[in-house]
């Protein structure tokens, strides 16, 4: 949580910092200068130091929150990173180039739940047969005009 109040106040002292152009585009701003900015970003990260001791109650519901958004991202990265390696896997089975057959092969890893293992090779020979097209155009009825 620190580190979040931290980039904040640092991203605003450089916004502050930052020059604006022209003087046309608003009204005439105080002149800040660097060891003033400076000045006041000490003070505010020493205050901030100090909260800790001053707000007991706030620093630990702030470090629960971090913790639970620390557990939500690790999860989020976990579910990406999954994704993209089943799409990476499914296209390189895909390919015309590999020559190697998946079928009835056994993969071993975390990735495969039993669950997942369970489900291969499920069809039945009537689900292998295919579905129908409707009868064939005869061929004397073409040529006969």
């Given at each position: 949580m620190f580190f979040l109040l931290r980039m904040a106040f640092w991203l605003g002292v450089v916004l502050v910092l930052l020059p604006t152009g022209t003087a046309s585009r608003g009204p005439a701003v105080s002149d800040v200068g660097a060891s003033n900015a400076i000045s006041a970003a000490s003070a505010t990260v020493s205050d901030l130091r100090g909260f800790c001791s001053r707000q007991p109650d706030a620093c630990t519901v702030g470090l629960q929150v971090a913790t639970a958004l620390g557990y939500k991202a690790q999860a989020g990265a976990k579910m990406l990173y999954d994704a993209l390696s089943?799409?990476?896997?499914?296209?390189?089975?895909?390919?015309?180039?590999?020559?190697?057959?998946?079928?009835?092969?056994?993969?071993?890893?975390?990735?495969?739940?039993?669950?997942?293992?369970?489900?291969?090779?499920?069809?039945t020979a009537t689900d292998l047969i295919p579905a129908w097209r409707g009868p064939l155009p005869r061929k004397d009825a073409r040529h006969s005009v």
């Open positions: 089943e799409a990476v896997r499914g296209h390189e089975a895909g390919s015309v180039g590999s020559g190697t057959s998946q079928r009835g092969a056994v993969k071993t890893g975390p990735e495969n739940s039993p669950s997942e293992r369970a489900s291969q090779d499920t069809l």
